[in-house]
């Protein structure tokens, strides 16, 4: 740390035009400290209100925590509200995030790799469905997804809020692209001399080989359904199928008119963000965002 | 034809192996899934909505009408309904308001902070580029819950005291910063790729030169990558047109926003508060029509920039 001052002191010293300096650019820098803190300060005042008490969250001045034991009654009135629905919240959201996610993103991958590395009967024309449907808006859709469901009685239940969003247009143009990109025709052809069957190739070589498009589309596809609240909010009525984010909602409408539970919903809004953010943060190099912005590199 | 018979064996070996390769049912059987949950899903469920917005209810037999409702062909009746309700139009306009305010803001600021993460020797990139990133993983109905509360006169730490948040132009303002607070580090990052996927020896060129750094940013980096930023406008105004979330969990806080505020909330009090599946399905289908037609002029306005610049 101070070997590297020093050396930019030197260098300092070293130069004349104060513009050209080897030191901090601060225009860039300070645009982006002034975005991080709006991005981050409104989080960091939910983990300080969640310390305190309905009372002290009146009274007390805003940006301090309370060192009052009010966090953990807070956290015990949350999980403790309505026999620890709460909990059942948040593991129906892992349900329906980790369940949709997996499996949207088998469904994605494998016509991904049907489409850019086979030509058959009608593949030019699934793949322009698909670009088609990549414009239409899913969440528009939830409505009438849910009028269709309704109709054969198959709504208020996990399925109802899973099936629809196992297939994402987008997804499966991500990996088709990936997989032209990212399998050789060369490996394939040697796999086929070798004997491998195409289903063979297709396990051992080509879902290996688009590994990095199917994590990227598996994290996309998480976060999607996760923070997904028009599908559930039209499907489900026992809050036992809630997820966290319809959970919270009603939560807020029961005591959006009582002050006296907002310490509650500050600490739920909380603890949905904590996991969710650690998770996120510690697999960001795992995406390839690259991907999206159209620039296939491996 | 005096083809050798090993030959022809292996000619025949090889086009066995290429028929295989044409013929396998292997591609056909990972495609299915795909199709079948696309018509089930995303087809059907459009095709219903279609079919539901040209029928109505009418109650039939009995003198007094006490039969059974049937349903019967409504004709236009729906969408001529719709497009003459004026609440349609107020919801549309709202919506209107918050994405001119919303989506170039979003633009920009995902452009500024990508082109100074790309900016020579500025600092703390690493802890910036997550900090701004962060509320991507904050769903937007959390994200609005959280605003409220800051919002919020009784809570507020950012002056709701003073300033109300809540009243019927602050609203608009409140509502956008929630949405742009949740993708704007998204579209940072797609646009901070993009940067960084250019070639280095174009930047040391103009360098050479003596093009300053902020030259290079706005002459150099921002045209070259105009279709990233063009794909990040198409987002955001598709996002704009489905703005329901954000405006449907502020609702408890402010008086200002009503059941029908934006048009998707207008197609669920619709459709399932009112129970007129009919007319729900009918504004669904113009929704639709709009998001995908502005999504085409958006993609062809981003084509033409982006062939003007290639220029």
């Known amino acids: 740390m101070t070997s590297i001052q020093l050396r930019g002191r030197l260098k300092r010293a070293g130069e004349h035009t104060p513009g050209s300096t080897r030191t901090v650019n601060w225009v860039p820098t300070i645009i982006l400290i002034i975005g991080a803190l709006y991005c981050v300060l409104p989080v960091l005042w939910i983990l300080i209100a969640s310390t305190k008490t309905n009372d002290q969250l009146f009274s007390t001045a805003t940006f301090l925590p309370s060192f009052t034991g009010g966090f953990w009654t807070n956290m015990q009135a949350l999980f403790s509200y309505n026999h620890g629905i709460f909990g059942q919240w948040a593991l129906n959201s892992v349900i329906y995030a980790v369940g949709g996610g997996v499996l949207s993103t088998i469904v994605a991958g494998a016509a991904g790799y049907a489409l850019g590395k086979y030509r058959f009967f009608g593949s030019k024309w699934i793949f322009r469905l698909i670009v088609a449907a990549v414009l239409l808006p899913q969440i ?78 598996f994290l996309l596809q998480f976060i999607g359904i996760w923070n997904n609240f028009l599908l559930p909010f039209v499907m489900l009525n026992s809050d036992q199928l809630y997820p966290l984010t319809l959970g919270l909602y009603g939560l807020m409408i029961i005591t959006g008119g009582q002050a006296a539970q907002y310490s509650i919903v500050i600490a739920g809004v909380l603890v949905s963000i904590v996991p969710l953010a650690i998770l996120f943060l510690s697999l960001q190099r795992y995406w390839k965002i690259d991907l999206i912005s159209g620039g296939v590199k491996i | ?155 507020s730490p950012i002056g709701g005291q003073f300033i109300n948040y809540f009243g019927s132009t602050g609203i608009f303002f409140s509502v956008t910063n929630v949405a742009v607070w949740g993708v704007v580090g998204f579209n940072m990052v797609i646009l901070y790729t993009a940067v960084r996927s250019l070639p280095p020896d174009l930047f040391e060129a103009a360098e050479l030169d003596g093009a300053s750094e902020l030259q290079i940013a706005l002459r150099i980096k921002l045209p070259l990558i105009a279709p990233a930023i063009t794909m990040v406008a198409l987002f955001s105004v598709i996002g704009a047109l489905q703005l329901f979330n954000e405006p449907t969990t502020l609702k408890p806080l402010a008086n200002a926003i009503t059941s029908t505020w934006v048009p998707l909330m207008r197609v669920y009090t619709q459709a399932n508060v009112n129970n007129d599946i009919y007319g729900g399905s009918a504004t669904s289908f113009v929704l639709i029509i709009l998001t995908v037609g502005l999504a085409i002029v958006v993609n062809l306005i981003g084509r033409r920039i982006v062939g003007r610049e290639s220029k």
């Not at chain 2, 070996?13 to 199709?35: C, E, I």
């Not at chain 2, 009418?58 to 309904?81: C, D, H, M, R």
């Open chain 1, 140 to 217: 528009m859709l939830a409505i009438p997804q849910f009028l269709l469901l309704a109709k054969f009685g198959m709504t208020n239940n996990y399925a109802s809020v899973i099936l629809p969003q196992l297939v994402s247009p987008f997804a499966i143009y991500l990996c088709k692209i990936y997989a032209e990109a990212a399998v050789p025709d060369e490996i394939m052809e040697a796999a086929r001399i070798d004997g491998g069957s195409e289903w063979r190739i297709f396990w051992s070589v080509g879902s290996r080989l688009m590994m990095p498009a199917l994590v990227t589309v």
């Open chain 2, 1 to 155: 034809m005096a083809i050798a018979a090993p030959a022809r064996a292996h000619t025949q070996a090889k086009v066995q192996a290429h028929r295989k390769k044409r013929g396998s049912s292997l591609p056909v059987f990972l495609v299915a899934p795909a199709v079948v949950l696309l018509l089930l899903f995303t087809i059907a469920p459009a095709i219903y909505a279609i079919d539901l917005s040209f029928l109505h209810l009418k109650i039939s037999g009995g003198l007094l009408g006490t039969g059974t409702p049937q349903e019967v062909w409504a004709g236009f009746s729906n969408y001529i309904a719709t497009l003459s309700d004026p609440e349609f139009w107020h919801s549309l306009g709202r919506m209107l308001i918050i994405a001119v305010i919303g989506v170039p803001a979003t633009i920009f600021f995902a452009t500024l902070f990508a082109l100074s993460l790309d900016a020579k020797r500025a600092r703390l990139v690493g802890f910036t580029r997550l900090a701004i990133f962060l509320p991507y993983a904050v769903p937007g109905v959390v994200a609005s819950l959280l605003w409220g509360f800051l919002y919020l006169p009784a809570t």
